[in-house]
């Protein structure tokens, strides 16, 4: 620290070349400090790669777009560094000088990705220290602390217990999920739980994500170990709902954890999708259950105790045949009298679709309320809380409240609209810094958007569009695979574009929904399908942690399928609520 400027400086001793690799872990290191210590928000940041051995020094001071005190990174060698930090002493000589002792003491409040969470989790961290500290997140404590409590009564008490957690999009759900999956690792005091999800993309990539890391600290401790034993001891603990349920319908016994959890319970099988999937796919004829009561029977065969932890989201349900919430407690009441019920109050909301249920319940006194229960703060994006808020009142065509929330996460999310794709492109690349993720997302219904080389039918290797680096032809970072809702639903990108298709229509009595059929876009008239797609949009719009640029494509008069009208209502609209085109 030096006067009024954060010096972050990376030595490579003994290198001669400035790489990709290190230029980007100096920027993060740098994006870091600016994105998450308090006090490091304002000052201005100039990140420095020193390369020992370089012939050449780049000492050039050089601000982004983002206008935020934090400059490109300066490459030096051993010889350059008195160079830079004259200049930027120079360049920034009317910014005021840093209190060192406050700049000091400013707390630091991590917001990892999911991918981030689940390492750091596994490699025994507590959710405290991987997450924000600050009032507006700390009910992700309370609510994990509440969980080992219902657990506790459980167990002491004999009891089987239902809980119910909600939460806004990207308020940590599945964090909570994975915290407590992994502070019930040690199988000594008979509570081992399991983390459960029916979202397959997410399972792999976690599992891989995980194994990866645990090679890599291996081998760094001078250890052999196969990615395939790494994984195995991860799967342990995160698996795939449908392999869970396929064990317990082969075998009879008590499951070996006394917790589950279920993550995203609201996309659990109805019963007539179950009894149909049974039947065709697993030639049994007589099963009688809907996913939620099936499972529930799996942990009701433990003699003692078990939980069930159900994590929601609302207005979620992307899947034909997906119960919401609501068969859950069916289930409870018909069939599993001697459950208790803990739930959120929120889960009253009319977007969880269980209120009747609920009642019916609270009636026979079953039901017990706790506020901790209820995660109100979205994390995913930490520069905009008021996100979830905001693609709310968009999809809900509030357009006076849309607004409102709009001018107050513009100036720290940017979103945009474009009609230009490479311009898109060309935005996210000029946003993303380090090692930030960016990709393409799209509806898994917009079957019209292969003039611009997006075919939603391609399959895309959603491990290798997460996981892997900028020279992968494969990551997102390369903007030619395109995730759709089914791959991207509760996993995180930095920034990302939503490629918008006809299959969703702005008009002002409401979102008028297409499949496109053959040579032309039907009309979809099914409630519960255009409540999906409704939904899948809700989850592209959703999945950004710092800013989106939105592409509605211009049409094509003479192409019958993409028709100017079927773009231009959606662009006018958006742009009527404030968004800038670029």
């Not at 917790?259 to 609201?266: G, L, N």
């Not at 506020?371 to 905001?390: G, I, N, P, T, Y």
């Not at 999310?413 to 490479?422: A, G, H, Q, S």
Request: glycine share 4%.
């Amino acid at each position: 620290m030096i006067k009024n400027i954060v010096f972050v400086v990376e030595f490579k001793v003994g290198e001669s070349h400035f790489l990709n690799s290190n230029i980007e872990q100096v920027w993060d290191y740098a994006l870091d400090l600016k994105n998450f210590h308090k006090t490091s928000h304002n000052v201005v940041l100039v990140p420095v790669l020193i390369a020992t051995e370089s012939k050449t020094s780049f000492t050039e001071i050089v601000l982004t777009s983002h206008n935020d005190n934090l400059t490109l990174p300066v490459k030096v060698n051993s010889k350059g560094l008195k160079e830079v930090i004259q200049n930027a002493l120079c360049f920034f000589s009317d910014e005021p000088e840093i209190n060192i002792p406050k700049y000091v003491d400013g707390g630091y409040m991590p917001t990892p990705t999911i991918i981030e969470a689940a390492v750091s989790l596994y490699t025994s961290h507590s959710v405290e220290n991987i997450t924000r500290s600050d009032a507006s997140a700390k009910n992700l404590t309370l609510t994990t602390d509440k969980i080992s409590e219902i657990i506790d009564i459980a167990r002491n008490e004999h009891k089987k217990i239902i809980c119910f957690v909600t939460g806004v999009p990207g308020a940590g759900k599945t964090l909570v999920g994975l915290n407590v999956a992994t502070s019930h690792l040690d199988n000594e005091n008979g509570n081992a739980s399991v983390y459960l999800s029916g979202n397959k993309p997410l399972v792999d990539i976690l599992q891989e994500a995980l194994a990866r890391d645990k090679v890599q600290r291996e081998r760094e401790k001078g250890n052999k170990i196969t990615k395939i034993s790494a994984k195995q001891a991860v799967k342990t603990f995160i698996q795939i709902i449908h392999h869970y349920r396929d064990e317990y319908l082969k075998n009879q016994e008590a499951p070996y954890d006394h917790v589950a959890i279920f993550d995203e319970a609201q996309r659990a099988w109805n019963k007539e999708q179950t009894i149909k999937f049974m039947k065709q796919k697993k030639g049994i004829p007589d099963f009688d259950y809907s996913e939620p009561e099936f499972l529930i029977s799996c942990l009701n065969r433990h003699k003692d105790w078990a939980v069930i932890i159900c994590l929601v989201g609302g207005g979620q349900e992307i899947n034909t045949g997906e119960a919401g919430i609501s068969e859950w407690l069916h289930a409870i009441d018909k069939t599993f009298s001697d459950w208790s019920v803990y739930i959120s109050p929120n889960l009253t909301d009319s977007e969880y679709a269980a209120m009747e249920t609920i009642q019916i319940l609270e009636n026979k006194g079953k039901v017990h309320f706790s506020e901790d229960l209820h995660l109100s703060v979205s994390m995913r994006s930490f520069r905009a809380e008021k996100l979830s808020s905001f693609v709310k009142n968009v999809l809900d065509i509030e357009i006076e409240k849309a607004k409102e929330d709009f001018l107050q996460i513009a100036e720290k999310y940017p979103i945009v609209l474009t009609r230009d794709i490479l311009k898109a492109k060309q935005w996210l690349k000029e946003k993303a810094r380090g090692s930030e993720r960016y990709g393409i997302v799209v509806s898994s219904q917009a079957l019209r958007l292969k003039p611009f080389a997006i075919d939603v039918k391609t399959p895309m290797n959603h491990v290798h569009w997460f996981l892997d680096g900028k020279d992968d032809v494969r990551s997102s970072f390369y903007l030619e695979d395109v995730a759709t809702e089914f791959y991207i639903q509760g996993l995180e990108l930095d920034w990302s574009c939503v490629v918008w298709d006809g299959d969703m229509r702005y008009s002002p009595s409401g979102w008028k929904t297409f499949s496109f059929k053959g040579n032309r876009w039907q009309n979809i008239h099914n409630i519960e399908r255009k409540k999906y797609l409704l939904n899948a949009y809700r989850v592209l719009l959703t999945r950004a942690r710092q800013g989106m640029v939105i592409v509605i494509p211009e049409g094509n008069e003479e192409d019958h399928t993409r028709k100017k009208e079927y773009y231009d209502g959606t662009y006018n609209y958006l742009k009527e609520i404030g968004l800038q085109t670029i």
